[in-house]
């Protein structure tokens, strides 16, 4: 049984193979030392059906697909929708002001 081939995404992810049932999905817009460059883990099952282990957002609300092209068109969309509104991690949070303990 040989592996199968990942599909060519239409956007910038990379598909990468770790084995015959496992794949790594990677940003290709960002640089090789870039953390976020790794997006996910996809691992297929005997019975066909693929499983993601999501490592960042945005990303889809499943983690278990038919098929590689459909987790990719969910992926796609969900980095449509959410890179505007998502706040950047190296936001510093709101302050929450502090009061002594009362006696």
Same mark, same amino acid.
């Given at each position: 049984?040989?592996?199968?081939?990942?599909?060519?995404?239409?956007?910038?992810?990379?598909?990468?193979?770790?084995?015959?049932?496992?794949?790594?999905?990677?940003?290709?817009?960002?640089?090789?030392?870039?953390?976020?460059?790794?997006?996910?883990?996809?691992?297929?099952?005997?019975?066909?059906?693929?499983?993601?282990?999501?490592?960042?957002?945005?990303?889809?609300?499943?983690? /278990?697909?038919?098929?590689?092209?459909?987790?990719?068109?969910?992926?796609?969309?969900?980095?449509?929708?959410?890179?505007?509104? #998502?706040?950047?991690?190296?936001?510093?949070?709101?302050?929450?002001?502090?009061?002594?303990? /009362? #006696?």
């Amino acid at each position: 049984m040989a592996a199968q081939e990942p599909p060519r995404a239409a956007s910038d992810w990379e598909i990468i193979p770790i084995s015959r049932t496992a794949w790594r999905i990677c940003d290709g817009s960002l640089t090789e030392t870039d953390a976020s460059r790794l997006v996910a883990y996809v691992d297929r099952y005997e019975t066909g059906t693929y499983d993601v282990l999501w490592l960042r957002s945005p990303c889809p609300t499943r983690s /278990r697909y038919r098929d590689l092209d459909e987790l990719l068109a969910d992926l796609d969309a969900a980095n449509a929708t959410g890179s505007s509104s #998502e706040v950047s991690r190296a936001t510093r949070p709101v302050h929450i002001a502090h009061f002594p303990p /009362r #006696e």
